[in-house]
C-alpha cells in the first residue's frame, strides 16, 4: 500500500476514534433533580436510576427514607374535599358520588393516547366492579370529550371546585407533559402512586387488594397491613 494513502487512512480511524470519544462524552447525564421528578411522574423506576448510573445506592437509601411517610399521614395529606362538577350529560356530581374505592383517573381527549387509555379502562370494567371497586373517569378538557361516549362508568369534568378539592395532587392532574393518569381513592383519599400507563390485569388485580384494605384505612375494621397497600398499580 502507498505509504501516504495508508498515513491517511490512520489519520481517518483516528479522527474518527476521537469524533466517537466527543459524543460519548456529550451525552448528558440527567440532574438529580430531573431523575427525582421522572420518579415521581412514574417515568423512571429507582432501580433503573440505579443501574443507569444516574444515582448511587447512597442516593437510594435517602430519597426511600425522605418519602417514608406515615399511612395515617398520607391519608390525611391525599384527602380530597368536598366539589361539585357535572357528568358529560350535564348531571352533577359531587364527591358524595365517589364510592369507597375508585380508580380515579384523568384524561386529555385530544391527546393520541387518550383512546387507548380510555378503552382499558372500559375493558377493566366489569374485573374492577366484581372486585368490589369502581372507576370514575375525569377529562381536562371541554371539547373532544366524544371519545368518552357510551363508558359504562361516570365520565365528570375537570373545574375550579375539583382542582380546590384535591390540592396539591391538582399539579400532576394538570401537568402538561403528562395528559392521562390515575390514582386509588380509597375512603376520600388517594392513595396510591399517580399512574400514567393502565393494565387491565394489572387494575383489577389492584381493584381488590384496595377493596380488601379498604376497611382498615379511615374505616371501622383494623388496619392490618395499610402501608403495604399503598404502592403503585402495575
Known sequence: M??????????????????LSLAACGEK??????????????TL????????GYVTQDWVDAYIEANSVPAGDKVEANK????????????????ADLGNVV???????????????????VDAYEGVKGNGADIVLCTKSGEGNEVFADAPFPVILWNDSLKEAVGHNSGMIEDEE????????????FLSSWSIVIDRDDLVESAAAFAG???GIGGDAPAG????????MG
Open 2 to 19: 502507498d505509504p501516504m494513502k495508508k498515513h491517511q487512512i490512520t489519520a481517518f480511524v483516528l479522527s474518527l476514534a476521537l469524533i
Open 45 to 52: 423506576t429507582l432501580d433503573d436510576a440505579l443501574g443507569k
Open 213 to 215: 384494605m379498604a376497611g
Open 225 to 232: 397491613g395499610e402501608a403495604a397497600g399503598m404502592v403503585p
Open 29 to 42: 447525564k440527567p440532574s438529580l433533580d430531573e431523575v427525582e421528578q421522572a420518579i415521581e411522574a412514574g
Open 80 to 95: 380530597v374535599g368536598d366539589f361539585s362538577t357535572a357528568t358529560l350529560s350535564g348531571e352533577e356530581f359531587t364527591k
Open 103 to 121: 380508580f380515579f383517573a384523568f384524561a386529555d381527549p385530544a391527546d393520541e393516547n387518550a383512546p387507548a387509555f380510555f378503552q382499558t379502562l
Open 178 to 189: 403528562i395528559h392521562n393518569t390515575a390514582s386509588w381513592y380509597v375512603n376520600g383519599s
